[in-house]
C-alpha cells in the first residue's frame, strides 16, 4: 500500500516519540514532521509552564533558526494570542473560525495567510487530562479543515504531547529517585551523611591513604550534657542544638572533608592527611559560641590517626571512641588522641 507524503510523516513522528531520546531533539523533529505531514509553511510547539501559566517556544521548523530565541513568551491569559486560547479552551482554532493571530510570528516579520493552533493535551496518572503546551502551524493560504476525519494536525498534536508528558514523568522520576538516593544517606535531622555513609566514606578514604602512603584522620564529637539538655528543655531543643552543631560542623572542615551523623548526639569527621586534631580544634571553639537554654553547648572529642592507631575502619572506630572517653573523663570541651589532650 503506498502511503501519501502526510501519512510518511506521520508514521515518522510515531517513530520520533517511540525512540530514546532529549526532548528538545524530538520536538524539532515533530515539529518538522507538523510541516511535511500538513503542508504548512512553519510550525512551532509551545511547552506550557504550569507554574508561572506562561507558553514558551521550544521548537520550531520552516522559520529562521533565530526563532526561537526571537520568540516571547506568551501569557496563558493573553487574549491576542491563538496559542493562550487554545490552551484555555481545550480546543482547536483556526484564524478562519474568527480567532486572533499570533503576535510572535508578527514580531518575527511573518504575516501568514492560515494559522491552526491545537492544545497539546496528555492524559495524566488519574485519568485526567493535563495541558502541556500548543502547536501552531502556518499556511500560506487558507488553513485546513482540523475536523475531517484523517486530519494530520491532531494526530500530530496527539504525539507531540505524549512526547513532552513522557519526557516530564521521566524527569520525575528520575528526581524522585535522586530524592530517595539522599534520603537513604542522609540524616533527616541534620542534612549531614548518615551513619552508613560516613562508614562507607571512611572505607573509600582509607582505602586511597592506603594507596597513597598518607595519614588519614578520624574524629569522633559528642556534645556533653545532651540527655541532660534534653530532660531539662525538651527534644525540640535538643533537636535544633544538633543542628546548630551539625551547621557548626560543616563551617569549619576542609572541602577534603567528611562529616556526618554517627549517633544520637554524636558526629564524625574524616580527614584526609594528619591534622584532623587541628580541624576539631576548630570546631570546639566555633562551637562554643552555640547557647541553648541558656547554657553555652561544649563538644568533646576523639581522635585516631591511620596507619598509627589501625588500618582498618573498625580499628580506627575504636581508637577514636577510646580517645572520646578519655576524653570526657578529663572534662567538657576536651580532645584527646593524634598526641592532644
Keep these: 500500500m503506498e502511503r501519501t507524503g502526510g501519512q510518511f510523516s506521520l508514521l515518522e513522528a510515531t517513530r520520533t516519540v517511540a525512540r530514546g531520546g532529549e526532548l528538545d531533539?524530538?520536538?524539532?523533529?515533530?515539529?518538522?514532521?507538523?510541516?511535511?505531514?500538513?503542508?504548512?509553511?512553519?510550525?512551532?510547539?509551545?511547552?506550557?509552564?504550569p507554574v508561572?501559566?506562561?507558553?514558551?517556544?521550544?521548537?520550531?521548523?520552516?522559520?529562521?533558526?533565530?526563532?526561537?530565541d526571537s520568540g516571547e513568551a506568551v501569557g496563558l491569559e493573553d487574549e491576542d494570542e491563538l496559542v493562550a486560547r487554545v490552551v484555555r479552551e481545550r480546543r482547536a482554532l483556526t484564524t478562519a473560525d474568527g480567532a486572533?493571530?499570533?503576535?510572535?510570528?508578527?514580531?518575527?516579520?511573518?504575516?501568514?495567510?492560515?494559522?491552526?493552533?491545537?492544545?497539546?493535551?496528555?492524559?495524566?496518572?488519574?485519568?485526567?487530562e493535563e495541558a502541556e503546551g500548543a502547536l501552531l502551524a502556518a499556511f500560506s493560504g487558507s488553513p485546513p479543515d482540523i475536523q475531517g476525519p484523517e486530519d494530520t494536525l491532531t494526530a500530530m498534536a496527539d504525539l507531540c504531547a505524549v512526547a513532552i508528558r513522557n519526557a516530564r514523568l521521566q524527569h520525575a522520576l528520575l528526581e524522585r529517585a535522586d530524592w530517595m538516593d539522599r534520603l537513604a544517606s542522609t540524616d533527616t535531622l541534620t542534612g549531614l551523611a548518615?551513619?552508613?555513609?560516613?562508614?562507607?566514606?571512611?572505607?573509600?578514604?582509607?582505602?586511597?591513604?592506603?594507596?597513597?602512603?598518607?595519614?588519614?584522620s578520624l574524629v569522633i564529637f559528642d556534645v556533653d550534657g545532651f540527655a541532660q539538655l534534653n530532660e531539662r528543655a525538651g527534644a525540640s531543643v535538643g533537636d535544633d542544638v544538633l543542628r546548630l552543631v551539625a551547621s557548626t560542623l560543616a563551617d569549619q572542615v576542609r572541602l577534603v572533608d567528611t562529616i556526618g551523623r554517627l549517633g544520637p548526639d554524636e558526629f564524625g569527621l574524616i580527614a584526609p592527611g594528619g591534622g584532623g586534631a587541628i580541624?576539631?580544634?576548630?570546631?570546639?571553639?566555633?562551637?562554643?559560641?552555640?547557647?541553648a537554654a541558656g547554657q553555652r553547648v561544649s563538644l568533646s572529642a576523639g581522635a585516631a590517626l591511620l596507619p598509627e592507631k589501625g588500618g582498618s575502619s573498625e580499628e580506627l572506630l575504636a581508637a577514636a571512641s577510646a580517645a572520646l572517653v578519655e576524653a570526657k573523663s578529663h572534662g567538657e570541651g576536651q580532645l584527646t588522641g593524634n598526641g592532644r589532650q
Excluded: F
Aim: proline residues 4%.
Design 194 to 216: 548518615n551513619r552508613g555513609t560516613l562508614l562507607r566514606m571512611l572505607e573509600l578514604e582509607i582505602a586511597r591513604a592506603a594507596r597513597q602512603g598518607t595519614q588519614l
Design 25 to 49: 531533539a524530538k520536538l524539532d523533529a515533530l515539529a518538522e514532521h507538523v510541516r511535511q505531514a500538513s503542508g504548512a509553511s512553519a510550525a512551532m510547539i509551545y511547552l506550557l509552564d
Design 52 to 68: 508561572t501559566n506562561v507558553l514558551l517556544p521550544a521548537a520550531q521548523a520552516g522559520l529562521d533558526p533565530s526563532a526561537l
Design 279 to 291: 580541624v576539631a580544634r576548630r570546631v570546639q571553639e566555633a562551637a562554643a559560641s552555640i547557647e
Design 100 to 128: 486572533t493571530g499570533s503576535l510572535v510570528l508578527t514580531r518575527l516579520g511573518l504575516a501568514p495567510e492560515g494559522l491552526v493552533a491545537l492544545p497539546l493535551v496528555a492524559a495524566d496518572e488519574a485519568g485526567g
